[in-house]
């Protein structure tokens, strides 16, 4: 692992503002991981806030929940950073957020209706992975340690940390409803260093016991970058390695993303679906950087329209996402996603327009967190050697960017591994 | 508004490949300032001479192989100041000029020029002088007195003579040798630098000293006449070569492991050629010879991925 220049500073300071009255919502049916969901709604349907719009359509797939009344004009391709358009549906809003009220004796309910809630509530991972979380939680084996992630690794992002910071109550709900999910032995609160206001308010949430927790442990983590990289994470805090081609419940582990947490428990105390999150609009072209809660379907440019982000300078590029993982995405017609964690606007493009040859100084060996060769990879990809890829292991690169951060030639190894893998013949 | 889009990552480490080259530069002032102080205006134009050959070497195969120049990179400026500090200070100048056109030529820019060459550049160029003027790369001068004075470097008068040069001597440098390599003081001064910025993996240095060490201990204790392990430690060329030339990226071993096995390899055949060899130091040919099995190193030494099951 690397130590990447963290730039949170301004962000960390900045506490949550809203923006909960979008005049359009662009929803795409994919924003997570599985098949895209099923589209429920016609054209010039009225919809009211929270219902579905779009429903699982298989084992790994998610519902897609309406943020706000409105009706539905445009059934069609919209903007998506990932996919650049998916089918989506487009929203024109009318209603305000309804009224929440809590859910009645949250202590009865069974582990299976649970589970139930969270699926029907659209939940996904938070972190960036956008795994449907009522999946997780159904590990097909036992897990004994439950790890609560709030890392966020991630340059300049602070949307987790904004969360921990003022919603510490409804993140520990969050893991108490899926401690009784999982029934794990232990509960570690991983959280790194430099995070100083959200270690103090978990470090008293905890020794005030009011939560039914088994035994929780709050892990103060060195900032490491990609240190909230669930096989990252598990190895930092356990020492358990999970298997290449494996998932964490093998090694009896489970991580959830503070966010994903706190929608948990909106979704069982409030019955509110996944419909809108903490975004980090950071960068030196905004006049002020914000962490901001919007509704999942908000376009960036709505927000810049609307006045509650400005510009100070012409960015050169735009980040969906942290700066290491993140998307660069060509205009501003992309809309907030379950999966969204920042939003970065810079005026200068530090990746070099031409790459250097290699001096194996052998830095992104040292920097891989999966512990590979990327200097090899690269170098059999560029001679096209795609059937030796499997000898150096491509398929286990989690694509985190240390090397190409590292890379003193500024080689974008990141890139050819992505090239290596799609080329790769599939070994079935 | 035209933005830009580029794969992940978006941010790079301020590093850069002229910039580790210009740090190594910055880790070598020190023995240059005591060559220059025990070899006064000699060493100079030594340094100054082998420079200049290296670079204009390098801006010439550039051009003639229509490549843009690459002398910006700073990696010839090092190949010339290196070799400068490792050939001695009586050296003719045409010898030194020759020896940097070869490193640069035969040595890096043959291979396909900078990360493509197998053999450390500098070590060419003074393995080649070697081969064509073996007298002039053995002639040695006393860098104490103002007038050059004939004598033997420690290395050869323990061979030779089995006359032990005082440590304090070595460490400080008023020994004859090469131009760079008598002061251990100034070396390690400038090895801590390179550490401390993360310029060189700690890994080859202190392994190759480590197992040094180790060896001349064990000959040491069945026969002083061996000399003493801080004696094989400081004398000759083994602080430059483990700072400087076992550090070089380009010629030595990208795996973890792999440099352990580099450092040992290295360590061991230049004790042996201390000890058993024809020839006094051994340093040059020893890293040279490992240059050799980097590649097979690698490859043999690929790291196993966190979580790998056999």
């Not at chain 2, 090469?178 to 392994?207: H, K, M, N, Q």
């Amino acid at each position: 692992m690397i130590h990447v220049k963290e730039h949170k500073e301004p962000q960390h300071g900045r506490r949550c503002e809203k923006f909960v009255t979008p005049k359009k919502l662009y929803l795409p049916l994919s924003q997570h991981i599985g098949k895209p969901a099923e589209l429920k709604v016609k054209l010039k349907d009225q919809v009211n806030a929270f219902d579905a719009l779009a429903e699982y359509s298989a084992l790994v797939s998610s519902r897609i929940h309406a943020p706000l009344g409105g009706v539905v004009t445009a059934i069609d391709n919209c903007p998506h950073p990932v996919l650049l358009r998916s089918l989506g549906v487009t929203l024109q809003c009318t209603g305000d957020s309804p009224q929440l009220t809590q859910r009645e004796h949250i202590e009865n309910l069974h582990k299976d209706e649970l589970l139930g809630i969270i699926k029907d509530a659209g939940i996904v991972g938070m972190g960036g992975a956008c795994f449907p979380t009522y999946l997780k939680l159904s590990p097909p084996q036992p897990v004994d340690t439950f790890l609560v992630n709030g890392c966020e690794c991630e340059p300049y992002l602070a949307c987790d940390y904004r969360l921990m910071e003022e919603e510490t109550e409804s993140i520990l709900r969050g893991a108490e409803l899926v401690a009784r999910i999982i029934d794990p032995k232990q509960i570690y609160f991983c959280i790194e260093e430099n995070k100083p206001a959200a270690i103090k308010k978990f470090n008293l949430a905890l020794s005030m016991k009011k939560y039914r927790l088994p035994e929780s442990r709050l892990v103060i983590l060195k900032s490491q970058y990609p240190q909230g990289g669930e096989r990252q994470l598990i190895h930092q805090v356990t020492r358990r390695a999970v298997p290449c081609g494996k998932l964490p419940f093998d090694v009896g582990c489970l991580v959830q993303n503070v966010a994903t947490l706190c929608a948990i428990y909106e979704a069982v105390y409030f019955s509110k679906p996944l419909v809108e999150r903490i975004v980090t609009f950071a960068g030196d072209c905004l006049r002020e950087p914000k962490n901001l809660w919007v509704k999942i379907g908000t376009s960036i440019k709505e927000l810049f329209d609307e006045k509650i982000l400005e510009f100070d300078r012409e960015p050169e590029k735009v980040i969906h996402g942290g700066p290491m993982m993140g998307i660069s995405i060509e205009n501003l017609d992309y809309p907030i996603l379950k999966g969204t964690s920042g939003v970065l606007f810079f005026s200068k493009d530090e990746v070099a327009p031409l790459e250097g040859v290699c001096i194996r100084c052998g830095r992104c060996v040292d920097a891989c967190p999966m512990n590979l060769f990327p200097s090899e990879i690269i170098r059999r990809v560029k001679h096209k050697q795609f059937d030796r890829l499997d000898e150096v292991f491509l398929s286990d690169c989690i694509e985190c960017g240390c090397c190409t951060y590292v890379c003193p030639a500024k080689i974008p190894l990141v890139h050819y591994i992505k090239e290596g893998k799609r080329y790769a013949p599939k070994n079935k | 508004m035209p933005l830009r889009i580029s794969s992940s990552p978006h941010v790079r480490a301020s590093a850069h490949t002229g910039w580790v080259m210009q740090q190594v530069i910055i880790a070598l002032l020190p023995a240059v300032a005591a060559a220059v102080y025990f070899f006064r205006l000699s060493a100079v134009w030594l340094i100054f001479n082998c420079i200049i050959s290296c670079v204009m070497t390098e801006e010439i195969v550039c051009r003639l192989r229509h490549k843009p120049s690459t002398i910006r990179d700073a990696s010839a400026v090092l190949t010339g100041l290196l070799l400068a500090l490792i050939l001695p200070p009586t050296i003719p100048w045409y010898a030194a000029t020759l020896g940097g056109i070869f490193a640069v030529l035969f040595g890096k820019q043959i291979f396909g020029g900078l990360g493509q060459n197998i053999f450390n550049p500098a070590l060419i160029g003074r393995a080649f002088l070697m081969a064509a003027y073996p007298a002039m790369l053995t002639h040695w001068v006393n860098p104490a007195g103002v007038d050059a004075v004939t004598s033997a470097t420690p290395l050869a008068l323990r061979k030779f003579d089995q006359i032990i040069t005082p440590l304090g001597d070595l460490f400080l440098g008023t020994t004859s040798g090469s131009l760079g390599e008598t002061s251990a003081l100034c070396l390690l001064i400038g090895g801590v630098y390179l550490f401390a910025r993360t310029i060189a993996d700690w890994r080859i240095p202190f392994t190759l000293m480590v197992t040094v060490l180790v060896t001349s201990t064990i000959f040491y204790v069945i026969d002083p006449v061996y000399g003493s392990p801080l004696f094989h430690l400081f004398s000759g060329g083994l602080l430059i070569g483990a700072l400087f030339m076992a550090t070089d990226p380009v010629t030595t071993p990208v795996t973890k492991l792999g440099r352990y096995i580099f450092a040992i390899g290295c360590a061991l055949m230049i004790m042996v050629i201390r000890y058993f060899g024809g020839l006094p130091e051994g340093v040059m040919y020893a890293i040279l010879f490992m240059n050799a099995f980097v590649p097979l190193i690698n490859r043999y030494t690929v790291p196993k991925p966190l979580g790998y099951e056999r």
